[in-house]
């Protein structure tokens, strides 16, 4: 299932603190073209339940500009605390929560 873009490259991707902005920055600096990331750009979840820190997704980039040699979809990792978030919730009736996410943000610092 793709989700549809967000209104403007300043929002967040799949309830990340990742943006559509923070994406078309990399890929221009990793791959140095001036593409942007066009009006169709979709995302679509992949490996659900793999990742304990991370989601990992396939965006359909829809660039403009000098795409000759960029694919149209990539496949991207994002770090996020909603993935651990979501798969401490699913542990909540077998601990507390304090015991659970004991840090917790000292490892996502590293």
Known sequence: RMTSPPS?????????????????????????????????RAVQLIGEGN???SRVVIMDTDLQGDVSSIPPRIVVKIISRVAGAELGDSF????????????YDELIRQ
């Open 8 to 40: 403007s490259a300043s929002d967040v991707i799949l309830d990340t603190t990742v943006t559509w902005k923070d994406i078309e920055e990399r890929i221009r600096h990793e791959l140095g073209t001036k593409a942007i990331l066009g009006p169709k």
């Open 51 to 53: 990742g304990f820190m």
């Open 92 to 103: 909540k009736d077998h601990t507390e929560d304090e015991k659970l996410f004991e840090g």
